[in-house]
């Protein structure tokens, strides 16, 4: 019987599937123990993870016999892809099945901030009453910038049209055709920079993306807009970031990805509880709804995987 490695959290409905049809070691110890990761990684023909466990080369190559590896989720950045292009060894992500959580996610940020909610309740809650001093903005006739037009750019495109939202996108990948499609305008980097009220990020990190949004880029920004990351840490250097909060370059950030995960005392120290931002644990992905999804999308692409075997 072929043999699963499980790492990381998953609906239970789809471990007990896996079990039924595969040998599986449900372990989620192999997150924070190294050495328990390669001891098991030996002999397991399939192993599934998130984004915590660290797929590398030198963990995959202690593998005898793994052929496929799933992907709760999307990215593929803690996955050494190349190693399991070379190897035979095929690498399953579950595209699209969290897309409406984060979609959800970014508009609510959005909202959220240009409402300046998380100040305001913080000062309600300390029995203090600024109704005359923080005034709230409407996401209607604002402009959001998309950078990263995927599937994910084009369901945040969808809902924030219901709120009457202007939405330009920069994505070197995405034709005329498809913009047209979805009714946006593709502009340069430069240009969502100066041209928006809200900056939405939908990239992979990678060398071309690394530090994009730094302190050039908050120089451009005109209209101190809102800089929300549901996408990859290091893509926003985060010094910068607070650099730019504090000098109100931007308005206020939602921050779901960080360059070190779980967020380092090093960011969160200079965080002042005035500050309007959201902070969130990675879990801008992560719904009851989309884990079954994730779940279910990745168990059956296993099964039939295996069986064709």
């Given amino acids: 019987m072929f043999r699963v490695l499980v790492t990381e959290f998953m609906d239970e409905n789809c471990l007990n599937r896996i079990q039924e049809n595969f040998n599986l070691k449900y372990d989620l110890e192999c997150l924070s123990n190294k050495k328990k990761l390669i001891d098991l990684i030996k002999d397991v023909d399939a192993i599934i993870v998130r984004n915590k466990t660290q797929l590398t080369k030198e963990i995959l190559s202690n593998a005898n016999k793994l052929k496929f590896v799933g992907r709760l989720g999307v990215g593929l950045d803690n996955i050494d892809t190349v190693y399991c ?17 984060v979609a959800e996610y970014v508009i609510n940020s959005a909202l959220t901030l240009l409402k300046n909610l998380t100040i305001v309740n913080a000062e309600t809650q300390q029995e203090k009453w600024p109704r005359n ?15 990263g037009f995927g599937l994910i750019g084009k369901k945040v495109t969808k809902i924030a049209r219901v ?43 990678n060398k071309e993306t690394k530090n994009l949004i730094n302190k050039t880029a908050f120089n451009l920004m005109k209209k101190c807009p809102i800089i929300i990351n549901s996408s990859r840490g290091g893509i926003i250097n985060e010094d910068d970031l607070i650099n730019a909060y504090i000098d109100k370059q931007i308005s ?31 879990t801008a992905g992560v719904t009851l709804e989309s884990n079954i999804r994730v779940s279910e999308f990745i168990t059956e692409i296993l099964i039939k995987f295996f069986k064709s075997k």
């Fill in 252 to 282: 206020g950030f939602a921050i779901d990805v960080f360059m070190q995960e779980p967020v380092q005392s090093k960011f969160l120290d200079r965080i002042n509880p005035s500050f309007n931002c959201i902070l969130t644990p990675h």
């Fill in 85 to 101: 292009n070379e190897n035979d060894i095929h690498v399953q992500p579950a595209t699209g099945m969290n897309a409406d959580s």
């Fill in 133 to 147: 001093k923080i005034f709230s903005r409407e996401l209607k006739d604002k402009t959001m910038g998309l950078i």
């Fill in 163 to 205: 709120f009457g939202t202007h939405v330009i996108a920069y994505d070197p990948y995405v034709d005329q055709n498809t913009a047209q499609e979805f009714n946006i305008k593709l502009e340069t980097l430069d240009n969502i920079f100066s041209k928006s009220d809200v900056i939405s990020l939908h990239i992979p990190l």
